[in-house]
């Protein structure tokens, strides 16, 4: 049985007087008990990591862990700004997120280098954070289905059965940060056909990989998502900035 996993992502928020009330406020609050069985992250900038696995530490919950928001798809060398997987997994992430929609879109990052930025996560051993999704153009022409499996299919034929050790986050473009969630049931249709075809190449890979949903989740809205058969969590942007709304979406 897959575990529901539920990850926030600050994107470009914080400080260190922000992220300790943060880190703290969540800790207090899932230290009064959480549902059995699920596993919990947030994904910090990197400047911020440090001190927010400091603060996981203090609490030492062993549901809880860190990531990071991206990684270089090269391990060392002249790269400058980069940040290598072997750094991310020193400074105790778990976690990262790879080819979030922002960076497809503001950043030109195409399927093959999400495909070698997950490569360098899996050999640095983090669980990389797979981002795929549609936009509204493509889902009114109705090509979301083509869309999302393409970007999967270039997935698989990088990654293999190495898929198995990854997450995918569903998140259509148009849910993102516009307060447009998509329905559970839209959201479900979209997660089993990228199961189906996950399933065609290897069907462990496929009832193993968790798919997490994210697009405007917040509070009212978890618990419908996650009550969906292939919906294995989610990824939370906005709403994780709020510790209590983000406690309120792990507890849904
Ligand atoms: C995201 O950026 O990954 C995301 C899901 O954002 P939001 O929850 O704000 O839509």
New binding site residues.
Partial sequence: MRPLIVIG?W?LNGSLASNESWVKAVCKGMEQGMPAGRMFALCAPFPYLSQCEQLIKECSLAFLSLGAQDVSAHNSGAFTGEVSAAMLKELGCKYV?VG???RRQMHQETDELVSAKALQALDAGLTPII?VGESADERNSGRETEVVCGQIARQVSVLQDRLADCLI?Y?PIW????GKVASAQVAQDMHKAIRLQLAEFNEDVASHVGILY????KPDNAVELFAMPDIDG???????LNPQDFLAICQA
């Fill in positions: 992502n994107k997120i979030h929609s922002e981002c986050a998140e849910a993102i940060g516009t994210g697009g405007s989740v989610g990824l939370i942007g906005g709403a994780s």
